[in-house]
């Protein structure tokens, strides 16, 4: 896949559904969102892009959702909200013992 921009920032999404310490998930998915559209921004400023990928991360094993529904909820949430993206690929955490073929998924399809 060619692209013209990557953002290299590895997100934790787990977090969108059940929040980080006394951040919420909404919060963390508000804040994710304004970033991705500020750095498309000034990305584009520097070079328009047509293509923008991002490859965020699950820390968490897919077995540890306690909750697809609302994470499934917010990814759809967040990737109309982020129309910036144009591709989307998951870390694999191949070194956590997490497999795109495992895990990964997983998470793909809370995406269908």
């Given amino acids: 896949t060619e692209f013209d921009w990557y953002v290299s920032y590895e ?4 977090y969108f559904a059940d929040g980080c310490g006394t951040v919420t998930g909404d919060e963390l998915w508000n804040a ?14 520097v070079k328009k ?10 820390w968490n094993p897919a077995a540890s959702v306690n909750n697809e529904t609302k994470l499934a909820e917010a990814l759809t949430r967040f990737a109309a909200a982020t129309p910036e993206i144009t591709d989307l690929h998951f870390q694999d955490d191949a070194h956590a013992g997490r497999t795109c073929e495992g895990d990964g998924l997983f998470y793909y399809d809370l995406l269908a």
């Fill in 49 to 58: 892009t047509d293509r923008l990928l991002w490859s965020p991360n699950f």
């Fill in 11 to 14: 997100a934790n999404l787990n």
């Fill in 32 to 45: 994710y969102s304004q970033y991705i559209s500020a750095l498309a921004a000034a990305l584009n400023g």
